[in-house]
């Protein structure tokens, strides 16, 4: 008997709804949510999507993506086609460029050149090709994956950390009011290519040279 009651039971679940048993009361019919109002062109108003996005609303203390673009490029013209004043406006006073690539180039661990280092060497480098890979931001930091194509190709990531433009020095970059600096960069690239395009200076035949 018991057996019949249950298999009745699981009939009458699978042949009706949870609201469509006999004598239940109907499905209760659930508000719709409202349609959220589209942002009009020129309008403040954001949908709860777009207010979650950190780039839905313009803050003068987080550089934007056009900015973070600009300063990228602005940035590889340092190393493709490079000028004092264009460093100048591009980076602070206080700059500072941290690189175990550069360090192992020029046998000196841990140096971490200050601005009138970073100016010196790059303006004494010859120019070399310059193109961005990739491009990501933050608030106050622009990561840029770069190829230097020369005859042995060089990648590199440089990660420059930006503030606004400080008065006085320079004047930064940036495509409205808000103009942006790089205060500091960490760069890490093929060490090993670089050295090859050089020649492998460190490996040729000293003149004179006796073994020890």
């Given at each position: 008997?018991?057996?019949f009651?249950?298999?009745?039971?699981?009939?009458?679940?699978?042949?009706?709804?949870?609201?469509?048993?006999?004598?239940?009361?109907?499905?209760?019919?659930?508000?719709?949510?409202?349609?959220?109002?589209?942002?009009?062109a020129?309008?403040?108003?954001?949908?709860?999507?777009?207010?979650?996005?950190?780039?839905?609303?313009?803050?003068?203390?987080?550089?934007?993506?056009?900015?973070?673009?600009?300063?990228a490029?602005?940035?590889?013209?340092?190393i493709?086609n490079?000028?004092?004043?264009?460093?100048?406006q591009l980076?602070?006073?206080?700059?500072?460029?941290?690189?175990?690539?550069?360090?192992?180039?020029?046998?000196?661990?841990?140096?971490?050149?200050?601005?009138?280092?970073?100016?010196?060497?790059?303006?004494?480098?010859?120019?070399?090709?310059?193109?961005?890979?990739?491009?990501?931001?933050?608030?106050?930091?622009?990561?840029?994956?770069?190829?230097?194509?020369?005859?042995?190709?060089?990648?590199?990531?440089?990660?420059?950390?930006?503030?606004?433009?400080?008065?006085?020095?320079?004047?930064?970059?940036?495509?409205?009011?808000?103009?942006?600096?790089?205060?500091?960069?960490?760069?890490?690239?093929?060490?090993g290519?670089?050295?090859?395009?050089?020649?492998?200076?460190?490996?040729?035949?000293?003149?004179?040279?006796?073994?020890?």
């Amino acid at each position: 008997m018991r057996t019949f009651v249950l298999a009745a039971l699981v009939a009458l679940t699978a042949a009706h709804s949870p609201f469509e048993h006999p004598g239940w009361p109907s499905q209760p019919a659930w508000p719709s949510r409202p349609a959220w109002p589209s942002q009009a062109a020129g309008s403040s108003q954001l949908n709860p999507t777009e207010a979650a996005s950190p780039s839905a609303v313009p803050d003068a203390t987080c550089i934007s993506a056009p900015d973070a673009s600009l300063i990228a490029t602005s940035f590889g013209l340092t190393i493709s086609n490079y000028t004092e004043a264009l460093a100048v406006q591009l980076f602070t006073n206080n700059f500072t460029d941290q690189s175990d690539s550069v360090n192992t180039l020029i046998h000196e661990p841990g140096l971490q050149a200050q601005d009138a280092e970073f100016l010196a060497g790059q303006g004494a480098q010859p120019p070399v090709p310059f193109k961005i890979l990739n491009l990501w931001n933050t608030c106050n930091t622009v990561v840029i994956r770069w190829l230097s194509a020369q005859a042995l190709p060089v990648q590199g990531i440089s990660i420059a950390t930006v503030v606004p433009a400080i008065e006085g020095q320079g004047g930064g970059f940036g495509v409205g009011a808000q103009k942006w600096q790089i205060s500091a960069i960490v760069a890490e690239f093929n060490s090993g290519a670089w050295l090859g395009n050089l020649g492998y200076p460190e490996c040729k035949v000293v003149a004179n040279a006796t073994a020890s």
